[in-house]
């Protein structure tokens, strides 16, 4: 047997290939992406590389750019990507059939937001946006900036991800944004959907936190894997309002693909989860 024939655990490859694995949460960018505003991403992709293309045997992967609106506490590169946008594109040009792309917006910019949305989300090739929960672009999703940017995401038909955390004992840094957050925004836009990243990190609060609201989705990364976290998401939400994500290369493939493919559920709800309901969002085929 040859190494590359080594499963390590995981479902067969051709099972994996059936499931049609579309990845919501790919996290090169969570690494510096280089003085140049691309190396360090293509880097960190080339590492994941035989862990989502060669094991995982992952369709798609959707990534985070920055693109210029203050995301970053680096100076230099935020005027390089305003400077030199295509710079942006060269990690998708790096693996062209296999990347997605959502925009880190900055909320507290609003006008900078706004006009990156027209130039990457309705001009192309992005397919939503990211608002994240640290660095100097995170906003608490409450605050009156943020209806104006859904909706104009929703006029353009992206998908927004919100990143969301539950932290024991209280919110450490006040622009962070919980589930119980997240539902005071989607409450006011309850015809658009809304993905929850991390189920809210305490996975059980953040279920049960926006289980009454059904324009909202759980995303399956970046906490560690316990028994029970998709078996109840799908009790209590339904297979149908939850999407896989790797957290690739910042978390292993057996940590967050065993979340889905090892669960006690329906072998049709493991395809809703991995790929069908992330293409739903997207306006893509599920099969």
């Not at 493919?261 to 809703?272: G, L, N």
Request: with cysteine; glycine share 10%.
């Amino acid at each position: 047997m040859q190494l590359s024939d080594l499963t390590f655990g995981l479902p067969e490859r051709e099972q994996l290939e059936r499931y049609r694995i579309w990845d919501s949460y790919f996290t090169p960018s969570h690494g510096h992406p280089g003085n140049d505003g691309y190396s360090g991403i293509i880097a960190e992709m080339d590492r994941a590389k035989r862990a989502a293309l060669e094991l995982g045997r992952f369709e798609k992967l959707c990534f985070f750019p920055h693109v210029g609106i203050g995301t970053t506490s680096d100076a230099a590169l935020e005027k390089l990507l305003r400077e030199k946008p295509e710079l942006i594109l060269k990690s998708f040009e790096h693996w062209p059939e296999k990347m997605l792309g959502m925009i880190q917006l900055n909320a507290n910019d609003k006008s900078a937001s706004l006009d990156a949305l027209d130039r990457w989300l309705r001009d192309g090739p992005m397919c939503g946006v990211y608002f994240p929960g640290g660095g100097p672009g995170a906003l608490c999703c409450t605050h009156p900036n943020f209806p104006p940017l859904v909706e104009r995401i929703a006029e353009l038909g992206g998908v927004i991800m919100q990143h969301t955390w539950f932290v024991t004992g209280g919110k450490p840094k006040p622009r962070m944004s919980t589930p119980s957050e997240l539902v005071e925004l989607a409450i006011k836009f309850p015809e658009y959907a809304f993905v929850c990243a991390h189920a809210g990190g305490e996975w059980e609060k953040g279920i049960r936190a926006v289980a009454d609201y059904p324009n909202i989705l759980v995303e399956t990364s970046g906490f560690d894997a316990t028994a029970g976290f998709i078996e109840m998401a799908v009790r209590e939400l339904g297979p149908e309002r939850i999407i896989f994500g790797s957290h690739l290369p910042s978390r292993s493939l057996g940590t967050e693909l065993s979340k889905v493919t090892a669960a006690v559920i329906d072998e049709s709800a493991k395809f809703q989860i991995l790929g069908e309901n992330f293409r739903r969002l997207l306006g893509e085929s599920t099969r």
